[in-house]
């Protein structure tokens, strides 16, 4: 007799949240976990303590750039990077230990190593082989480097090294114009580094929006960082406390260089699943590594399922965590499912930068007849009282029916603002019917509503 229902394997986003919904469930459940602590990337090395660090260089550039406008006096403080390390590993530790105690609120074991397969039904961890009806793999995703680059963690470092430098560098080098270059590469340019990123296509946070990335990119810039774009990087060589970065110009191929005193290398992530022992059970995988699963996450091997960044799709916690939740229920003999059509998608630098479903370019790919409601923040009261005005809401609706596509929004909460728009979508609404919902004022989300308006007889304050 199996001694689980279900093993999870990784405790990241996917996994916890899949192993707390089987537990709920009613299922005896274990997860396996290898690091110290639960939570995976994201919360020991990822988006969590990414965020402190971002909030907290946040709060210096308010301090340096806008309360002297708001009549408060006296010196910006200047930066304790020891203390801010250690406010960050506070943050890491009061959510990892939280999963700790849901775990045990739910009743679910956590089996301490690092698991692998050797067989449908067996999970082996350390010595200890476990049995248990379904397995779900959730091992999710590890940076991923190119020809010519060594990691060090010290000098050229992915977010993992990035996340606990010993100093703030003075230059830094960011390979990659993506979520993770452009977050991490904030926090060092207001903490005061020299901030280059480099770039190989021709426009920043590939796939979003052209009008929200030529806008970010210009506020960033305005924020200091530079820019080398249509640029690839060849190779850096690295001493003990400096590194060189060669990259060819796409236009012309000429090679260059730039010196840095650390290198952050954030050019994607790709599947991992070291050990686990999924070739010789004939688990199927993509060329590019990803786990293979059906619409109920089961791989071809039955019992055995895939969640999250080792699977295809956007490599998001919160992707996973629906996945997570589904495939929890599918495991229970229930009907669970993802709404892929409506994963936003947020970059939380400041401003911030949110999307979800399609963009201007593929509707056009799709022959889709869209139209357009923009409203930009200059309009909204509470945005321009909070020195945060810059940027834009743009709900995109199909011309005929007048029911949402996407919508892209650079500015102040973006990240929070987005969900209506995310819930709007999800029951089917028009933009009309957020035009027609009351929003309080004075609020972000007026503009969103705005935006909506904008699709329809107009915006009322633009
Ligand atoms: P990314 O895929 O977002 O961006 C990588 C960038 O590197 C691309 O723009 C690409 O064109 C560029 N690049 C590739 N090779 C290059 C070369 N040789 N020279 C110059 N540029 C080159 O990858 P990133 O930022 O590393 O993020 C990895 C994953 O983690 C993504 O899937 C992202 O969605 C996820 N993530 C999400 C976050 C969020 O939702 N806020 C935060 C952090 C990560």
Known sequence: MANYDVIIIGSGPGGYVCAIRCAQLGLKTACVEGRETLGGTCLNVGCIPSKALLHASHMLHEAEHNFAAMGLKGKAPSVDWKAMLAYKDDT???????????FKKNKIDWLKGWGSIPEAGKVKVGDEVHTAKNIIIATGSEPSSLPGVEI??????????????????????VIGAGVIGLELGSVYSRL????????????????????????????????????????????TEATKSKAKVTYKLRKDDSE???????VLVATGRKPYTDGLGLEALGVEMSPRGQIQ????????????YAIGDCIDGPMLAHKAEDEGMAAAEQVAGKHGHVNYGVIPGVIYTHPEVANVGETEETLKEQGRNYKVGKFSFMGNG??????????FVK???DKDTDRILGAHIIG?????LIHEICVAMEFGASAEDLALTCHAHPTYSEAVREAALACGDGPIHS
Not at 293 to 304: A, R
Not at 412 to 416: F, L, M, N, Y
């Open 412 to 416: 102040p909460a973006a990240g929070d």
């Open 382 to 391: 509470r945005a321009k009282a909070n020195f945060a005005a810059d940027g």
């Open 293 to 304: 699963v059906g619409k109920d996450w089961q791989t071809n091997v039955k019992g055995i």
């Open 395 to 397: 709900i995109l609706a």
């Open 92 to 102: 890491i530790a009061q959510n990892t230990k939280g999963i700790e105690f849901l």
């Open 256 to 262: 260059h260089d730039l010196d840095a005193d650390v």
């Open 152 to 173: 060090d963690e010290k000098v050229v470092v992915t977010s993992t090294g990035a996340l606990e430098l010993g100093k703030v560098p003075k230059k830094m080098v």
């Open 192 to 235: 005061g580094a020299d901030v280059t990123v480099i770039e190989y296509l021709d426009a920043i946070t590939p796939g979003m929006d052209a009008e929200v990335q030529k806008t970010f990119q210009r506020t960033l810039k305005k924020q200091g960082l530079t820019f080398i774009m249509g640029a690839a990087v060849q190779k």
